[in-house]
């Protein structure tokens, strides 16, 4: 884990070369967090991947988060690793909530990161998120013809109808 | 290293050079430099996911030119079951429960990932007692995880009876799990701060007549398996995927073990006090499916010792920490002191609040890295609860494993990469 003042100098460090990519840090419970401007996401993960002095080279990680009521209302989060040295960086890219009628876009970082091939069909799939330039994004948990995003924080609990074998003509109306 | 050099090395290990680089040509450029015959129709079947070999709900759409894979993808999600999103409704002390069932093979590693996260949001230490209990029992569970893969894995491939052998040994674990914890699978042992409660009278004794035991198992299971012929053409050489390869889709445990990365947060991480205890990483050397097994055998070994190390030096005091904000008071003081009554009955009906923050806490699985993420808005309910489950992560690379190889190595490969479904959908 890069310390609370080595994050400061990773955040300027970058900020120098991609002026306005790096919005915040926050550096909490010894865990390091960059948070980056979501339209330069790949510019910040590339350069953290392949500078000399940063080499993040492994993505352990991706979550997709909702902060309802909170705005910027989404997060997707990018655990990067560095094996040699064993630091843990996060990178985080908030979203804003476009509204019903459209998603929330992200750059995909498969490019630079195959291994994030299945997390982020993940997070499109529970969060409805889309990560442009994904090769395959498709639903990934839930059925392909599944409608809603059931990870967000105001999709109910508990919501759909239970299939009885009474009820199993009427309900999802799959035996005529 | 150059090629002459790598037929040298193989055969001081006494391998077959030519099948060697071969299978590792598989790995990185599939469908070029297979020297198989190429046949006109690509042929694209279902396996699963209803297929035995699948373990579990697994689908595979599998594109077959004859007998060779050309293409597959996994479809998966047939056990999905919402938990992360259940877990949001429930308190912290009962999102546990939960969370246990994801991989059901690991339920230990899942409630520490979990209960460690819920700590580092606390800021909360676990005394040492705790902290050997819980190493304990994770080992057991490695062990016993690396037992269902191994007899579900000869099974697969061909060998009936080392199922039932491993099952043999993994019942004992059971038997202790039960002794500590009343449970024979899905404890609910951890919780935030320590452990439920302490290990019984003879509990010690139990676990180290199954120290004593298990390596004279494990050499059993050798004796039976790696000079089977049949084992041995099934597993070596094949599925090879090259380390860098690996590192790029993210796999990590066993299998990256395998391909010769000593990675291991065991070692690298200071998650709980692994420092106190000797114990070496097994690594294999050209990341084939024998090389898998090798490495997870070995593994059971290398946890044997941490278990038996721990035991003898399992440090007295608390099993749990006294934080009464957080862990529920001892059953004897209810009748004698209203505050610890009154902390009982918070407890258990709203829960403990946490602080908001946000925290990723990864420990090493059986399958390899499994991190828990939290974020917490300062209610007693998690805010989102997510969970890098290495099954998940790791069927990225059965793909690399499988194209330019037969059907038959295919369900070789999936049993060495030992998925739980569970994990996968959650």
């Not at chain 1, 069909?121 to 059931?150: A, K, Q, S, T």
């Not at chain 2, 877990?87 to 009962?94: A, D, I, N, Q, R």
């Not at chain 2, 209960?115 to 040492?128: F, H, N, R, S, W």
Request: proline content about 7%.
């Amino acid at each position: 884990m890069p310390d609370a003042p080595g994050l400061e100098l990773i955040a300027h460090e970058i900020n120098d070369r991609h002026a306005g990519a790096i919005t915040g840090t926050s550096y909490e419970h010894a865990q390091a967090a960059l948070i980056v401007d979501p339209q330069r996401i790949r510019e910040v993960l590339s350069h953290l991947r392949d500078a000399p002095e940063h080499e993040y080279r492994f993505l352990a990680s991706l979550h997709g988060a909702d902060y309802l009521p909170a705005d910027p209302r989404f997060a997707v989060h990018y655990e990067l690793l560095n094996m040699p040295r064993v630091e843990r960086l996060r990178v985080k890219a908030p979203l804003v909530d476009p509204g019903p009628d459209a998603l929330p876009e992200i750059d995909s970082v498969f490019e630079l990161f195959p291994s994030v091939e299945f997390p982020e069909r993940e997070v499109y799939d529970l969060f409805g998120i889309l990560f442009r330039d994904h090769p395959d994004l498709r639903r990934i948990l839930m059925p392909e013809d599944y409608v809603g995003w059931p990870q967000r924080r105001d999709f109910p609990i508990g919501g759909d109808p239970v299939i009885f074998t009474n009820n199993e003509h009427t309900v999802p109306g799959w035996v005529r | 290293m150059s090629i002459a050099d790598t037929t040298r090395t193989e055969k001081q290990l006494g391998r077959d050079a030519i099948a060697r680089t071969e299978a590792q040509v598989i790995g990185t450029s599939p469908i070029e430099r297979t020297a198989l015959e190429r046949e006109e129709e690509l042929f694209t079947i279902n396996m699963g996911p209803h297929h035995p070999a699948t373990h579990g709900v697994l689908r595979l759409l599998v594109s077959l030119e004859g007998e060779v894979v050309r293409d597959l993808k996994p479809v998966m999600g047939y056990l999905h079951t919402g938990i992360e999103k259940s877990m949001e409704t429930k308190s912290y002390w009962k999102a546990i429960t939960f969370i246990e069932r994801m991989d059901y093979l690991a339920y230990f590693f899942n409630m520490e990932a979990f209960c460690g996260a819920v700590e580092k949001l606390l800021e909360l230490e676990i005394p040492p007692r705790a902290a050997y209990l819980r190493i304990i029992h994770m080992e057991l569970n490695r062990i016993h995880s690396h037992l269902v893969g191994l007899g579900t894995t000869s099974l697969d491939l061909g060998a009936i009876s080392m199922l039932w052998y491993a099952f043999r040994e993994r019942d004992k674990i059971l038997d202790l799990f039960e002794m500590s914890s009343g449970q024979r699978m899905h404890t609910r042992y951890f919780q935030v701060g320590g452990v439920i409660e302490d290990i019984p009278v003879g509990f010690e004794k139990r676990v180290l007549e199954f120290c004593d035991e298990m390596p004279k198992r494990i050499d059993q299971y050798e004796a039976l398996i790696d000079q089977n012929e049949i084992f041995l053409q099934r597993t070596r050489n094949t599925g090879v995927v090259s380390k860098e390869r690996l590192l790029e889709l993210g796999v990590t445990g066993p299998l990256l073990r395998a391909a010769g990365e000593p990675w291991d947060l065991r070692k690298v991480s200071d998650y709980l006090p692994y420092k106190d205890f000797e114990f070496q990483i097994p690594i294999g050397t050209t990341g084939d499916n024998y090389d898998r097994y090798r490495v997870r055998m070995d593994e059971m070994r290398e946890s044997v010792k941490i278990i038996r190390q721990a035991i003898e030096g399992l440090p007295e005091g608390p099993f749990s920490s006294d934080d009464r904000k957080v862990v529920l008071p001892p059953r004897h003081e209810l009748s004698t002191s209203m505050e610890a009554l009154i902390h009982h009955f918070k407890l258990v009906t709203e829960g403990f609040r946490v602080p908001p923050g946000e925290v990723y806490f990864p420990i090493e699985g059986p399958r390899g890295e499994l991190g828990c993420f939290v974020v917490a808005d300062g209610s007693a309910k998690p805010a989102r609860v997510h969970m890098r489950d290495p099954s998940f992560t790791n069927l990225q690379a059965l793909r690399d494993m499988c194209v330019g190889g037969y059907v038959a190595d295919l369900i070789a490969n999936l049993a060495m990469l030992d998925p739980i479904i569970g994990g996968i959908d959650r």
